[in-house]
């Protein structure tokens, strides 16, 4: 029997001829990634000198740390924890990105979502590289510090769950409907400890941007990770942008699946998931109408340029309801470069819209924190209680055409509505 | 590194049904309450455990004793503070008919043994008496003479709960 493209990879960083789903090897990621943040890196800092004796990184340049929390810093102790960060990397030679934007968004423009490549992180976003063909998995909090001190890490190489997927979304209908879709229809346990891989013919029409979206989010699964069959073309254009070049790493045609499940592209409409659960994934008509005070348009999840495109198209000569705050936060700074290029912040400013640079600070409720009572529609990554202030505020997780067209209407607001995309309704 | 996982000595588990979490996908956040969960003394966050469910929950528990759970425990975004306060009442082990991965990992990778045991909530209720049988994979519940076997480990997860955890495990395998 075949095997997939979890399993290649895998045993390819391990230095073995196989690896079988369900068999321990120890990995040689080719990429380390992780963001800066109190009681994440400055412990990995720590324990290296103080439990390993360690003050220098095996081939340092496979190791990059992002600074995309707390940007900017707020008080002493935030710009002191970033600046211990610059120092130790400058020390040790890793990679330093600083202000560029989001980590899992500026990994993929800066190559490390190089096809085949085995990527660790300790956030379960770093799935969302799997859109350009790396297997990015999460390591335990912690545990990251194994990859750190040694060249190797220990992983059960996982099963392999495919979606393949067909037909066309509708007008109106985006990457973040499709991932919240798939979690009603699967169920949160479907995935549980696996990768998810999507293929069949309608990865072709999904844009880089919607199947990033959809990648980042599979843990909502279960899932350990997600890996995308991706088009010759596409593969060839995400190899060309790598930092390595690996062997081509598809799956078998006759590849060992736990399950394998068709989706048909055409037949979705617009999701919300409901507070307080991830879980709670309905159709937007059962909430249309609800009264909303705070739209958040970014994090990893969906700030990227297909996600202001269409915003812009909606926003374009229009005002925001009086009265709601529209944070709009592009992932990074090449997207929001190539936003003002197009015109799309002058549009969305023009519309009412707040922009901020490229931070993670919106996502967790750092800034733009709501307040008790508030009600939220947000492309954010998780709507949980607290999550972006107040646990006593509710979170819509949404598509961005969604929070575009409800902070038009101050309301929950079908996007199909609108006449740029009446024609699916 | 350990050559052989089978050789290390798992923890000796026998102790009392603390709390059964019936209801699948359980966010662990839940147990000291989400608006709770940045509280970092570990008295503090002992004392609100369950106590919303069991004011008593806290001095019923003691040391040893374990709790029951659905399938899929520890789903959503689950925050270390709730299972640092149950261990610090002495919670030994979680065993349920299934876990959510990230919650599982993280645990384990702390030594915190999570058994994963299908058809566990029909076997034990609060107050039961259950053991950990390393050697025969199987949950018995003394209290009523039945028993039920358990999703063996692997051998790292071996490594992982007979050495206290992730940190302890990698200072082993690297002689540090």
């Known amino acids: ?33 992780a963001y800066e943040f109190p009681g994440y890196t400055d412990q990995f800092f720590k324990m290296m000198a103080e439990d390993f004796g360690r003050d220098t990184l095996d081939a340092p340049e496979r190791f990059a740390i992002f600074i995309d929390h707390m940007v900017p810093s707020s008080t002493p102790a935030e710009e002191q924890v970033h600046q211990a960060t610059r120092d130790w990397c400058a020390k040790t030679g890793a990679t330093l990105y600083e202000r560029r934007g989001i980590g899992h968004q500026v990994c993929v423009e800066e190559g490390y979502a190089a096809p085949g490549a085995f990527v660790v992180h300790y956030d379960g976003h770093v799935s969302q590289i799997g859109a350009y063909g790396a297997l990015g998995v999460n390591l335990p909090r912690r545990t ?27 007008p109106g209908v985006m990457g973040r409907d499709v991932i919240h879709h798939l979690i009603r229809r699967l169920g949160v346990k479907a995935c549980r400890f696996a990768v998810l891989e999507l293929g069949g013919p309608a990865v072709a029409t999904l844009s880089d941007d919607a199947l990033q979206s959809i990648a980042g989010q599979v843990m909502f699964l279960g899932a350990l990770s997600c890996l995308v069959d991706l088009p010759d073309d596409r593969l060839a254009a995400s190899a060309a942008r790598g930092r390595i070049r690996l062997p081509d790493l598809r799956s078998d045609a006759d590849a060992v699946y736990r399950d394998r499940i068709a989706l048909d592209l055409s037949e979705l409409g617009p999701i919300v998931v409901a507070p307080p659960s991830p879980a709670d994934t309905r159709d937007l008509a059962e909430f249309e109408g609800r009264p909303v005070q705070v739209g958040y348009l970014g994090s990893c999840a969906s700030g990227r340029i297909e996600d202001l495109r269409v915003a812009a198209k909606l926003l374009d000569g229009r005002q925001i309801a009086p009265g709601f705050q529209l944070n709009v936060v592009p992932t990074s700074n090449a997207v929001m470069a190539q936003a003002a290029r197009e015109g799309l912040i002058a549009t969305l400013v023009e519309a009412g819209a707040f922009i901020s640079a490229a931070t993670c600070d919106f996502c967790y409720g750092r800034i733009g924190t709501m307040a008790p009572g508030q009600t939220a529609v947000s492309t954010g990554t998780l709507n ?26 101050g309301r929950i607001t079908d996007p199909r509505r609108h006449p740029e995309f009446a024609d699916a309704v | 590194m350990p050559s052989d996982a089978q050789d290390l ?52 528990t003691v040391p040893g004793d374990v709790l029951v759970a659905a399938d899929n425990f520890g789903y959503g975004h689950p925050h270390a503070p709730p299972m640092r306060a149950m261990r610090h009442l002495g919670i030994a082990a979680v065993i349920a008919e299934g876990f959510a991965p990230t919650y599982y990992r993280g645990e384990m990778s702390l030594g915190f043994p999570q058994i994963a045991c299908p058809g566990v909530l029909g076997l034990a209720r609060r107050g039961d008496e259950l053991e950990i049988d390393w050697d025969r994979h199987l949950v018995v519940n003394h209290s009523n003479g039945r028993s039920l076997p358990f999703e063996p480990p692997s051998p790292a997860e071996c490594r992982l709960l007979a050495l206290g955890g992730h940190l302890p495990a990698l200072k082993a395998a690297l002689g540090v």
């Open chain 1, 384 to 409: 949980v209680p607290g999550r972006m202030g107040s646990t006593e505020a509710d979170i819509f997780i949404c598509s961005a055409a969604t929070v575009a067209a409800s902070a038009l209407e």
């Open chain 1, 1 to 33: 029997m075949g095997f997939t493209m979890a399993e290649k990879i895998l045993a390819r960083a391990s230095g073995r001829e196989t690896a079988r789903a369900g068999e321990e090897v120890q990995a040689r990621p080719d990429f380390v990634l």
């Open chain 1, 144 to 170: 990251l510090i194994e990859a750190f001190v040694r060249s190797g890490v220990d992983i059960k190489v996982p099963e392999t769950v495919r979606v393949d997927l067909t037909g066309h979304l509708q």
């Open chain 2, 9 to 60: 000595k798992l923890p000796a588990i026998r102790g009392r049904v603390a709390w059964v979490f019936d209801q699948p996908d359980y966010d662990v956040d839940q147990i000291v309450g989400v608006k709770n969960i940045k509280i970092q003394d570990l008295d503090q966050l002992a004392a609100i455990a369950m106590a919303d469910q069991d004011p008593d929950f806290a001095a019923r």
